[in-house]
């Protein structure tokens, strides 16, 4: 047992160690994908502390037979790979509305949900305050027509400072 405690205790401080690194105060810029058509987000990042931070998402979709904007907010933690290149997950949820084309007339054709989601990345920050990152961010959808499980997959460019 005392082993254990003590393999657990040196786990913990090189975790510890290896992910101390200053991650940009704020960074805002665009997150561009979707897994159904194309979207395009506002993206604006706020470090809470060394190795985490929240990031705001506001964007628009437009997909297949449908139109729509969508409101993210995650926490993340990030760690250092190498150099400039960092690695980052999280988990938050967010609001959304869409509207469907093609429907039968006299039908509702809008819908607003909830949705819960995680994120998983890679980025690189430039010697300059530029940071590119590219992640993917599954999200399960609590609504009448979004009530499942959808991939986001997005590439973000965002100025640092």
């Known amino acids: 047992m005392k082993r254990l405690c003590l393999v657990a205790v040196a786990f913990f401080g090189f975790i510890t160690a290896s992910s101390a690194q200053d991650i940009s105060d704020n960074a805002i810029g665009i997150r561009l994908g979707d897994s159904d058509g194309f979207g395009a987000e506002i993206s604006y990042q706020r470090a809470l502390g060394d190795n985490n931070r929240l990031e705001l998402d506001l964007g628009l979709r437009s997909g297949n037979n449908y139109n729509g904007f969508k409101l993210a907010g995650l926490y993340q933690w990030v760690w250092q790979l190498d150099g400039n290149f960092n690695w980052y997950a999280g988990a938050g949820g967010g609001i959304g509305s869409y509207s469907f084309d093609n429907v039968p007339r006299g039908f509702d ?16 920050n430039f010697d300059i305050p530029l940071q590119l990152s590219i992640d993917a961010r599954p999200e399960f959808g609590f609504g009448d027509y979004r009530d499942d499980l959808d991939f986001d997959i997005a590439l973000g460019v965002r100025y640092r400072f």
């Open 109 to 124: 054709d809008s819908e607003t949900f909830l949705f819960l989601a995680g994120d998983i990345g890679i980025e690189y």
